[in-house]
């Protein structure tokens, strides 16, 4: 057993779930434990804090690095909850499933705005179903109007990285400041490939290192989706490419991609009902 887990006090039999690059997760009980090296475990704290998440529990220092606990989300990742889509056969209850997920989750987003934070990490497993809540979590890259622990922010997961966040990380070696528009190329990255089991940049050599990975992305490479989709589902599909638009300025907000799958949603409703 983790010492830490001995110190905090918490119940239950604990389950190593993920160690690696400095991270340690545990679940214990009802409770989840990250500790981190460094300081992320805690800085997500603080955003938890600051966001007044019901998850959040507490966090705090270890020795050199950090912890924080939160209660167990027992839910359904974005990734997992279009699998049986991607699998699946085009019908009404498929195409329902898909545009539902996208809108709560593009409406978690835009909560995640409207509280003055942008993410900075999105990615398929970062929007959990939680019975009728949806969260987005692993926030420690955070940034928002509250103060919290200071990191060089130098972008998140490769597949999911907006072109203008690529060729930051190509073209400096400062701090990059995280956007909500990002976040939306993020977001429709994450429902790209969750649907299609396909990264939306066409890479040229797929096991090339992230900087060739970044300059496909930086430059716009696309995959044609009729080339991976499992079947056509043109509205579905302009809202992916609105989320994808290469220049930030031509993306709507997470709000307004809410609010075209929800109408999305709603005519197909109305095609089948009538």
Request: aromatic fraction near 6%.
């Amino acid at each position: 057993m983790h010492p830490l887990i001995t110190k905090l006090g918490l119940d239950g039999d604990p389950k190593l779930l993920h160690e690696r690059r400095g991270t340690t997760f545990f679940k214990v009980g009802d409770t989840s434990l990250k500790i981190t090296s460094g300081i992320m475990a805690g800085r997500e704290g603080e955003v938890l804090a600051a966001l007044g998440a019901d998850h959040y529990r507490a966090h705090g220092q270890y020795g050199d690095g950090t912890w924080l606990t939160m209660r167990w989300i027992d839910g359904t990742s974005l990734w997992d909850a279009l699998e049986p889509a991607h699998r699946g056969n085009d019908t009404p209850a498929t195409r329902r499933s898909i545009l539902t997920a996208a809108a709560e989750a593009a409406e978690a987003l835009a909560d995640l705005h409207a509280a003055g934070w942008t993410h900075g990490d999105l990615q398929p497993d970062h929007i959990v179903f939680d019975g009728q809540a949806v969260r987005i979590i692993d926030l420690a890259c955070a940034q928002g109007p509250v103060p919290v622990p200071f990191y060089a922010h130098r972008g998140g997961m490769t597949h999911t990285t907006a072109p203008e966040v690529a060729t930051l990380i190509l073209d400096t070696t400062d701090h990059i400041t995280t956007t909500p528009e990002a976040d939306v190329w993020s977001l429709a990255a994450s429902l790209f490939w969750a649907w299609t089991r396909t990264p939306p940049t066409d890479y040229r050599d797929p096991q090339n290192h992230r900087p060739d990975l970044l300059a496909d992305i930086a430059v716009g490479r696309r995959h044609d989706l009729a080339a991976v989709q499992p079947w056509p589902f043109p509205t579905f599909e302009d809202a992916l490419r609105a989320g994808l638009a290469h220049e930030s300025g031509q993306r709507p907000t997470a709000k307004a991609l809410a609010r075209l799958l929800r109408s999305v949603l709603a005519m197909d409703d109305a095609a089948e009902s009538g």
